[in-house]
């Protein structure tokens, strides 16, 4: 690594090379380099003034390697010792690797600025991104009948852009008060820019896939039959909605945007900080509201005796070919004309009906088990006090803090059925490429707590 630093400016060029065994020889060696750099230009053209502290512009671009993990490289070969009749055996695995496998590389700039204003009262750090994956490392599905279940290869390209906000606000400060306020937003655009060729799509685990022009992670499934204009298309027979028979993209588990809210006041030795955030959108799946709506334990279908007409209009039964090439249910036309529905259904059929897509829970699309993620939250409230420096120096101690804290003290998700009383901030299913997924976690819990730090 290489530093210059200058009297206004800091330049920081770098550059490192790897040598990897979980890649193919003529593979193995990469290089990746770096720079950065950052002009005070408040110093820079001797712009202080009472207004205006500090001001700062950086950039930067890096572009960083990745390997294949172990064992990824060549087929691998397990061993049983009971065997057959007696006799040990080796098993091929059943998992195929691309022999020309190369590295993965993530390239990213980032442009940011950082401002000061009114003697450290007022302050603005922004920050652009734009991160861009090639070449991922991924283990893609394969047909049995090749003789392996999967083919590790480089799979394709994934690009994250966005922005970091922070502000920093001191409304009031005093002699022995302060209150200060800081804000941060966040926001990135996930984008599956490419697959490796002959792929159209690939399942990342459970409802979750990736597909060129779609966000990485993806919610797929089953769809109620819509005509062009939107409308549901329904069973004349059942009163219900046909289940399209293409599954398509139903939601997307990255957030639109966040952000935190932190209150601090402090006065001599006490403080009390208060914590509020948001998440404003994604979407995610729940096993569990899916369930209390199809079994009538939430007030949210307490009128299930009720007869219920779906808005919507008949279709015809047998779906037909379009112009795409895919069958699709099409509107049922009396005289040239959509007939709106008329058949009566009971509360319990719209949540529970028997039969896979026919209800809006149980048995039901796919899409009617993914909700909006929009959720507001209280997330923290902390409460200290910093004994004295005089007492503690005494003691021979440097501080002595004691605080009560509580969390996640209150939420309110207003996408969601209201009386279930979901917190869309859970995952049940956690692995690398599984997102907004729920099936089945535990309900979020408020915290209390009391914390003692004594520092020597």
């Known amino acids: 690594m290489w530093v210059a630093i200058l009297t206004k400016e800091t330049l920081a060029p770098k550059g490192r090379m790897d040598l990897t ?32 502290e500090y001001g700062k512009i950086r950039a930067g671009y890096a572009r960083v390697g990745n390997d294949a993990a172990p064992h990824n490289g060549e087929p691998i070969f397990g061993l049983n010792a009971a065997g057959f009749l007696g006799q040990p055996l080796a098993t091929r695995g059943s998992s195929s690797y691309d022999p020309e496998l190369t590295p993965e590389f993530t390239t990213e700039l980032e442009v940011g600025s950082d401002i000061r204003f009114f003697k450290g009262r007022l302050g603005l750090d922004v920050t652009w991104y734009d991160k861009r994956s090639t070449d991922l490392i991924y283990s893609i599905d394969l047909p049995q009948s090749t003789g392996y279940n999967s083919f590790y290869t480089n799979l394709g390209e994934i690009r994250n852009t966005g922005w970091e906000a922070a502000l920093d606000v001191i409304p009031l400060r005093t002699k022995d008060f302060q209150w200060s306020v800081r804000g941060i937003f966040t926001k990135n655009e996930n984008t599956v820019e490419k697959l490796v060729e002959g792929l159209t799509r690939a399942q990342l685990g459970g409802y979750n896939w990736i597909e060129a022009g779609h966000p990485y992670g993806y919610l797929r499934g089953s769809f109620s039959a819509r005509a062009d204009d939107g409308q549901l298309l329904i069973n004349s027979v059942s009163g219900m909605p046909f289940l399209d028979p293409n599954p398509g ?60 007409v779906i808005t919507g209009i008949y279709g015809n039964p047998t779906p037909v070919a379009g112009a795409d090439g895919l069958n699709h249910y099409t509107p049922l036309l009396v005289g040239g004309k959509p007939v709106q529905n008329q058949t009566r259904v009971t509360t319990n059929d719209l949540f529970f009906t028997a039969g896979t897509g026919a209800s809006f829970a149980t048995n039901g699309a796919f899409e009617y088990a993914v909700f909006d993620g929009t959720v507001y939250r209280l997330r923290e409230i902390v409460l200290g006090y910093s004994l004295p ?27 969601v059925p209201k009386y279930t009383n979901f917190d869309p901030d859970i995952n049940s299913v956690i692995n690398s490429g599984t997102q907004g997924v729920e099936t089945g976690g535990a309900p979020s819990t408020k915290r209390y707590g009391i914390n003692l730090n004594v520092t020597f």
């Open 21 to 52: 065994s979980t890649l193919p020889y003529q593979n193995s060696k990469y290089f990746y380099p770096g720079i950065s750099g950052t002009v005070i230009w408040s110093d820079a053209f001797g712009l202080k003034s009472n207004w205006l």
């Open 249 to 308: 993209m139903v939601g997307d588990p990255n957030a639109d945007f966040k952000l935190g809210i932190t209150n601090t006041l402090s006065y001599k030795g006490f403080h009390l900080n208060v914590l509020w955030d948001m998440t404003q959108g994604g979407d995610f799946y729940s096993e569990t509201i899916n369930g209390m709506l199809g079994r009538g334990v939430t007030r949210d279908t307490e009128n299930r005796e009720h007869n219920n």
């Open 389 to 415: 420096a005089r007492w503690v120096n005494k003691v021979k101690l440097t501080n002595v803090n004691l605080s009560l804290s509580a969390r996640n003290l209150w939420f309110l998700a207003p996408n």
